[in-house]
């Protein structure tokens, strides 16, 4: 698989861009290219939301750094992102839900101040108008419950603030839902824990199950009256991450209607990276944690770290090279378990190592060429790059509607 | 004079039922005249302030019933012709930091949750046009009001986001100061706004939030008179020059309000209206104290409780002769008094109901109609009576909106 890369590459260099666009330029090509400009690209997983912090980001122009901004999105064909309003998971009660507020400020200013390309989206529909206006639609998840403070109303709150997914869990365990990453406490969900998830489904605030325990998810499937979301998690057939997903478990998010977004990650799409990364740093948690007694709460400076890190582990040959194929490997995967109805996008992009070949979001249109390669149809790729996230979206809302009207 | 009252009251109920209900709508038994009636219950009603929010956190009450304590429900707001009523976000101004952000909000969802439960009676509105296709709807208005800049935690983005869950207007301070702004009951700290306090103004502008100067200092309110691009209210205070208490404004304060568009609404607090009863209560510094042990034993730490049972047990005081008796009527004074001053333009109604102590004859919400009936008889005109009912708030509302748009094109 590396090869085609290699041979892109060399492709590029030999005979220039123009040539390589007409050795390429079959007819797949155009159609995918076409095809992906024309739909909803919806990814649900993207932390940039931490970058607004950063005196040196502007989401506005194109950044020498990251994965995202509007020009990128647009050369990318990404339309509709979710901002991830994410705080590291030890921190709880109060403070996390006033950090939680600042986040979901920082992106409803961010889409105020470039109102001429993003609409902030509450709901499905106001995805596709955002779409027919030609602009991207910005909505807000919340990575980790443990930011709504243990306070049902909180949570309310976020949802009217717009919030349309909430993540169970970070990487620690929430004082109610136990996280994959961490020693089981409460058996997945406490009590509180089914509350919260009811109550999610009553505001129509989507369930995540990204990141939480496997008890945790299957306590959810069946709390839940509306479909879950899996915003960024791979699966575990293909690499064996605690963060990824079972065969069994993406059997039973399908059964429910539910959707995984496929993590570009790279410890969660290659088992070769993540043997090696698991040598090299005890973990993606136990990584983090030492990156962070250098960056304190400077979670660009985390980003950066880490990347440098993997970089130059890479280079030394301690990291195994890692392309952005797996991601179509994991996307088949999931579509052949269980039919393209149940598998979209959550690229991790701003928050994740990216593999070679997906440096960010201009690499996009790739993913939906390879598939169409692979002998895809239009539709299910419609349906894979955001027609299933939206219809989620919708089932959400009307579980939400039956449940208000009943009370 | 209660007495005439009563035996008036009891004329006309004999007049009833020897006439038929016709005349006893023309002159009903509570003594409010038709005109009255039919101007009053035409009108847009607004009352800026009402701490019926800490309510909703006690599990025995219910907004949609008649209660038989506090001042506010939903049968008694349509019984007294409210059209929009602003419910209080309020916690303690000692409470500051992240845990005032947390509490807040959990305010506002109670706030949310109740006009989601009572959906045919109650919707949420942000604007002045809102609140006039509420009324169009025969749906009250709720509205919320932030009563204490300690609740944002230093922090404007908390401040825009509450804006964003309604919040229309923030009082600068509560009884504390907040970390930014001083305090009329509170010793000055910040010589008024601090340079953070303007920038709050300076935002709240932007968001086409009012600004309320309720509470604050003389200073700060000096301040924001500077500072605000907008129009600010007083969401419920009264007229120093009849009651001295630091919570009311001197005349030169309402003209100065007025002179920027404000408006002074009136509160009906009995320590707010009557010296007389602000001189007993300073007599006697020991009732204070007991009254507040009183409360303490009838309700813990329940906030929403402590609000009903302070009015009950300071009744009882006046009941038995150790505070004086304070009549509603005390109201209609302090609104003609700033009316004299400022102009029919700048007056309005702020009640305080369930957060203070209510005057003789404006026990609750269903009594509003005898101020459109006094004032009626005070001789103001029906477009004047709308005014102070009213349409002085919305005219503030629209102006204060009007300008947060005109900023937010020029950013």
């Not at chain 1, 590029?12 to 390429?24: E, Y």
């Not at chain 1, 290219?33 to 932390?47: C, G, R, W």
């Not at chain 2, 008179?225 to 020059?241: I, W």
């Amino acid at each position: 698989m590396r090869q085609v890369r290699v041979s892109l590459i060399a492709c590029l260099l030999v005979a220039g861009f123009l040539f390589c666009q007409v050795a390429t330029g079959d007819d797949i090509a155009d159609r995918a290219k076409k095809l992906h400009f024309s739909t909803i690209v919806l990814d649900t997983h993207d932390d940039t939301t931490q970058r607004f912090f950063s005196k040196d980001f502007d989401i506005g122009k194109r950044n020498p750094d990251g994965h995202i901004d509007i020009p990128r999105m647009r050369e990318g064909g990404m339309n509709a992102i979710f901002f991830s309003i994410w705080i590291d998971g030890r921190i709880m009660g109060p403070a996390a839900v006033q950090k939680a507020l600042d986040q979901i400020d920082a992106v409803h200013e961010n889409v105020n101040k470039y109102s001429k390309d993003m609409a902030f989206c509450r709901t499905a529909e106001e995805v596709r108008r955002a779409h027919a206006q030609g602009k991207i639609a910005a909505l807000i998840g919340v990575e980790g419950g443990h930011m709504i403070g243990n306070d049902i109303r909180v949570l309310r709150m976020f949802g009217d603030l717009g919030v349309r997914y909430m993540t169970l869990t970070h990487f620690y365990n929430d004082e109610w839902a136990d996280s994959s990453t961490a020693k089981p406490e409460h058996n997945g969900l406490t009590d509180f824990g089914k509350q919260v998830v009811r109550e999610m489904n009553r505001q129509g605030i989507m369930v995540d199950i990204s990141h939480v325990s496997d008890k945790t998810f299957y306590d959810a499937l069946e709390v839940s009256k509306a479909p879950l979301i899996a915003s960024h998690s791979s699966c575990r057939a293909l690499c064996n991450h605690v963060r990824d997903m079972s065969d069994d478990m993406i059997k039973a998010l399908a059964a429910k209607g539910g959707v995984i977004q496929i993590n570009y990650e790279k410890s969660f799409i290659d088992q070769a990276y993540k043997d090696a990364s698991d040598k090299l740093t005890g973990g993606v948690v136990a990584m983090m944690d030492e990156f962070k007694k250098e960056c304190g709460d400077n979670d660009d400076c985390m980003n950066k770290k880490m990347n440098e890190m993997t970089e130059k582990a890479t280079a030394e040959g301690k990291l195994p090279h890692v392309s952005w194929e797996r991601i179509i490997d994991h996307i088949d995967h999931a579509v052949k378990l269980v039919g393209a109805d149940h598998v979209g996008l959550g690229s991790d992009f701003d928050g994740a190592n990216m593999p070679e070949g997906m440096d960010d979001v201009t690499h996009l249109p790739q993913i939906t060429e390879a598939l169409m390669r692979k002998g895809y149809s239009d539709e299910d790729l419609r349906k894979i790059l955001g027609g299933n996230l939206l219809r989620v979206m919708e089932q959400n809302e009307a579980v939400s509607r039956e449940m208000r009207a009943a009370q | 004079m209660q007495l005439s009252g009563v035996s008036k009251a009891l004329l006309v109920a004999g007049m009833c039922l020897s006439t038929g209900m016709m005349l006893a709508r023309a002159i009903a038994v509570d003594g409010i005249s038709e005109r009255a009636r039919q101007l009053h219950f035409s009108s847009i009603v607004i009352d800026t302030h009402d701490d019926t929010t800490q309510r909703f956190f006690d599990p025995g009450f219910d907004l949609g019933a008649r209660n038989a304590l506090g001042s506010i429900d939903i049968p008694r707001m349509k019984e007294g012709g409210f059209g929009a009523i602003f419910f209080s976000i309020w916690i303690p101004s000692k409470i500051t930091g992240p845990e005032a952000v947390k509490r807040a909000l959990s305010q506002f969802d109670a706030v949310h949750e109740q006009v989601r439960k009572h959906s045919n009676d109650l919707i949420l509105v942000t604007t002045a046009e809102g609140i006039r296709e509420a009324h169009k709807q025969g749906k009250i208005a709720a509205l919320i009001g932030v009563e204490g800049g300690h609740m944002i935690a230093s922090d404007l983005a908390v401040l825009r986001r509450y804006a964003s869950l309604g919040a229309r207007y923030m009082t600068l301070t509560h009884s504390g100061n907040a970390e930014w702004a001083d305090s009329s009951t509170a010793k000055s700290e910040h010589n008024g706004l601090s340079e953070f306090g303007k920038d709050v103004v300076r935002e709240m502008n932007r968001l086409g939030m009012i600004v309320d100067v309720s509470h604050v200092s003389d200073k700060t309110f000096a301040d924001v008179l500077e500072v605000s691009k907008a129009p600010v209210f007083a969401s419920h205070s009264d007229c120093r020059a009849i009651c001295d208490a630091p919570r009311n404004m001197t005349d030169d304060m309402i003209r100065a309000l007025a002179a920027k568009g404000g408006v002074i609404q009136v509160n009906y607090h009995v320590g707010f209206l009557s010296q007389e009863f602000r001189n007993a209560e300073k007599a006697h510094p020991e009732w204070d104290k007991a009254i507040a042990l009183e409360v303490r034993k009838r309700c813990g730490d329940r906030q929403g409780c402590q609000l009903i049972e302070g009015d009950r047990v300071t009744r009882e005081y006046v009941l038995r002769g150790d505070l004086p008796r304070v009549e509603w009527t005390k109201i209609i004074g302090h609104i003609d008094h700033a009316v004299k001053i400022a102009g029919i333009d700048h007056v309005g109604l702020g009640s305080d109901f369930d957060g203070a102590n209510m005057p003789f004859g404006m026990e609750d919400a269903s009594k509003l109609p005898r101020i459109t009936n006094a004032l009626l008889e005070k001789g103001y005109s029906e477009g004047d009576v709308k005014k102070i009912l009213g349409e002085n708030t919305l005219r503030v509302m629209a102006e204060v909106e009007r300008v947060g748009h005109e900023l937010n094109a020029a950013k």
